[in-house]
Structures are given as structure tokens and as C-alpha cells.
């Protein structure tokens, strides 16, 4: 992931989700120097659309390079957003990238132990990202303490039946009421094939011969165990919509 952080800082590359394709007709209108990162966007739309964003302090927890937290600040209008990551080089692209956005700013920090007071935030978004953690359980109390009572948190990323049972019990058992959950595995494998060749293409321009096997199962191109996995059904991606009650929720 550092190394990601530090490659391709000109290559226009700001998204490092799998994407998402609508299965309806509603097509996401979006301004021209946006489309080539459609597929990304729409998993950041479809994440963001399920929160009241409009004029609300948001926090993404694990922003990359910064392409996501743009968006959701050009297009749903909350009063700020702050992206946050572990990586000292993603944060500096970000800030570079995004930095004339005046409701958008970076910070470096720790998923599981987040820089923020108690309270401060209206919602928080965690997309593909938390697979990465060292400790979940710990980067789930930290973002019900950083909610403000009646703040939302949105997460999504992919994870085996088994994990994802116990993540489950770990967002009750932090004080979550979950209001809905989806399964998107298909939404998620029908973007990751419509992008697959201009991935490989980035991929085969700019990483050294000697790394792209790495990059390319980081990216879930055809082929690497992530993308046969979710084809195989024994990887899942899941979008769950929580809500921080006024106390914790015994389970």
C-alpha cells in the first residue's frame, strides 16, 4: 500500500476501489473530467447517497489517494469532509490533487486509533478499506466515539461468510443499530470486468515489470485470487448503513 502511495503521482490516478456498476437504469451524471473514473465514482455514490451528506460533517476513514472524498465533496454537498489515511504519501498526493477544494481537507491517521474528539462528526464513510486493519474491532469503537449521537456510518468492503458474521456482531456489540445491509458481489465483479483492460494497461505503463503481479492482485484484475474468489462465491462485498444510538446496545 506505501508503495501504491508513492507511484504514479502524475498518472491522474486518484480511485483505488473496484468499482461499481449500476444494475438499474439511473445513470449518474457527471462532468466530463470525471467519466474515465466512472466505475470508481459509483461505488462513492452509491455509499454516499444512503446518508443525509448535504451540509454535515463527513470523515472517510481510509481516503487513498483522494479521488473518493472529492467527489462526495463536488457532488453531495456536505458542509466538510476530511479524509484521513495511514499513508504519508497518499495524504501529500491528496492534498496536492484535491487541495483547492474548500470544503475538503487531508489528515494523516490511525483507523484504529482516529485523531479526532468525541462527537465531531454528522457521518462517517469506510469504503474497501478495513480489510487492510490490524484490528477491526478497535477501528469500529473509534468511529462510534468520533459520531455524534444520531450520526450515521456507512461501510463497505468484502469479506468471507465467516468474517463478515463476526464484523456483524462487532458492529452491535460497539453500539451500532444497523438500518440496512446489501450484498453488491455483482455490482462489484460486473465493474471490475469493465475496467479490467484499462487496469492492466495502467498497470503494464506504470509499475516495473517485477512488481505488476502485485499490483494487479491489489487491483483485482481477472485472473488474481480476489476476482476468482468473488466469482467463486467465497468472497462477498457488503454495504452496511449504521446509525450511533444514544446508548450501547446490549447483545
Not at 498518472?11 to 461499481?20: A, D, K, V
Not at 455509499?47 to 470523515?59: G, H, N, W
Not at 473509534?142 to 463476526?166: A, H, I, P, Q
Request: with cysteine; hydrophobic share 35%.
Amino acid at each position: 500500500y506505501q508503495r501504491l502511495g508513492k507511484r504514479a503521482h502524475d498518472s491522474g490516478w486518484t480511485f483505488m476501489n473496484y468499482g461499481y456498476k449500476h444494475t438499474s437504469q439511473n445513470i449518474l451524471n457527471l462532468k466530463s473530467s470525471d467519466e474515465s473514473d466512472r466505475m470508481f465514482i459509483q461505488l462513492y455514490d452509491y455509499v454516499a447517497s444512503q446518508l443525509p451528506i448535504k451540509d454535515s460533517t463527513v470523515l472517510e476513514v481510509g481516503s487513498g489517494r483522494g479521488g473518493g472524498a472529492s467527489f462526495v465533496s463536488r457532488y453531495h454537498h456536505p458542509k466538510s469532509i476530511t479524509g484521513l489515511d495511514y499513508s504519508k504519501s497518499a495524504i501529500k498526493l491528496s492534498a496536492r490533487l484535491h487541495g483547492t477544494i474548500d470544503n475538503l481537507n487531508f489528515k494523516l491517521g490511525d483507523a484504529e486509533n482516529l485523531p479526532f474528539k468525541d462527537n465531531t462528526f454528522d457521518a462517517v464513510i469506510n469504503i474497501e478499506s478495513s480489510h487492510c486493519y490490524g484490528n477491526v474491532e478497535a477501528f469500529v469503537k473509534e468511529v462510534y466515539r468520533s459520531l455524534k449521537v444520531g450520526g450515521n456510518f456507512c461501510w463497505t468492503d468484502f469479506r468471507d461468510k465467516e468474517t463478515m458474521e463476526k464484523l456483524h456482531n462487532t458492529f452491535l456489540n460497539a453500539g451500532f443499530e444497523i438500518v440496512s445491509k446489501k450484498e453488491i458481489t455483482k455490482e462489484v465483479l460486473d465493474a471490475l470486468d469493465d475496467i479490467n483492460d484499462s487496469k492492466v494497461k495502467g498497470i503494464s505503463e506504470s509499475v516495473p515489470m517485477g512488481m505488476k503481479k502485485s499490483f494487479e492482485t491489489f487491483a483485482g484484475v481477472q485472473g488474481t485470487p480476489v476476482y476468482e474468489a468473488f466469482k467463486a462465491g467465497n468472497l462477498h462485498y457488503h454495504r452496511y448503513l449504521m446509525v450511533k444510538q444514544s446508548t450501547v446496545a446490549r447483545v
